[in-house]
């Protein structure tokens, strides 16, 4: 089975702070995803990669970079968190190409204070 | 600007009920949509649907998709308090992008 694996399931900062989201897959998958989810807006895409050290933006990139150096492991930057972005973080890979199952993390919950 | 939208964003329903989940899409590009439920966490994958017409089943829960009228939906049946989740549509189109809507929470009540 595809392992999707976030290095935090809770995670507190503080307003300002430079946070790192870790999100690492085990099957070789070619694309990476991160969502963010808040209530009553669903699944919200921040950014993708296609390929190591490629990225798109997705629909809500404003405040966060990525970093994608290898091809299991897929981050995401805030580079000075604010309380907006407190949220419930999703990471998802898939294989790409003709496969279209995203195969998700357990997800960060992340409170900035 | 691609868009997917479900309804109804909440359901309410006795054990034993059917209910229909409804998904409708403005994209370009379009390769497939999928199906997730989502319980605690991570969501899990349901379906996915490429053709119209064709419908997924999968033991009480089942989905087909139109292409033409651009939507789809996602039938369950005899309903128990496990399927009470949040279940999330969403497109895979150009680019490698995947969208979701904003799901649609169903309590199943005994």
């Known amino acids: 089975d595809v392992k999707v694996t976030q290095s935090s399931r809770y995670l507190v900062k503080r307003t300002g702070e430079k946070v790192f989201l870790e999100c690492v897959q085990d099957m070789d998958h070619e694309n990476m995803f991160w969502y963010r989810q808040d209530p009553g807006l669903g699944l919200r895409l921040i950014y993708f990669s296609y390929d190591v050290k490629m990225k798109e933006k997705g629909d809500i990139p404003e405040g966060y970079s990525v970093s994608r150096e290898k091809k299991e492991r897929f981050s995401l930057i805030l580079e000075s968190a604010s309380t907006n972005q407190t949220s419930m973080y999703l990471c998802?890979?898939?294989?790409?190409?003709?496969?279209?199952?995203?195969?998700f993390g357990s997800g960060t919950q992340l409170s900035v204070l | 600007e691609d868009k997917v939208v479900q309804s109804p964003l909440s359901l309410v329903v006795h054990e034993g009920d059917t209910v229909t989940l409804n998904c409708s899409y403005e994209?370009?590009?379009?390769?497939?949509l999928l199906w997730y439920k989502q319980e605690k966490k991570a969501p899990t994958f349901l379906f996915m649907l490429?053709?119209?017409?064709i419908e997924k089943k999968s033991g009480r829960l089942s989905s087909i998709l139109d292409k033409k009228e651009l939507f789809s939906i996602l039938n369950i049946t005899a309903t128990q308090t496990g399927d009470s989740a949040i279940y999330l549509c969403?497109?895979?189109?150009?680019?490698?992008?995947?969208?979701f809507g904003t799901g649609t929470k169903l309590q199943v009540i005994p």
């Open positions: 490429t053709s119209s017409g």
């Open positions: 998802a890979s898939r294989q790409g190409g003709n496969n279209e199952k995203l195969f």
């Open positions: 969403a497109f895979s189109g150009g680019y490698q992008k995947v969208t």
């Open positions: 994209v370009t590009n379009f390769r497939s």
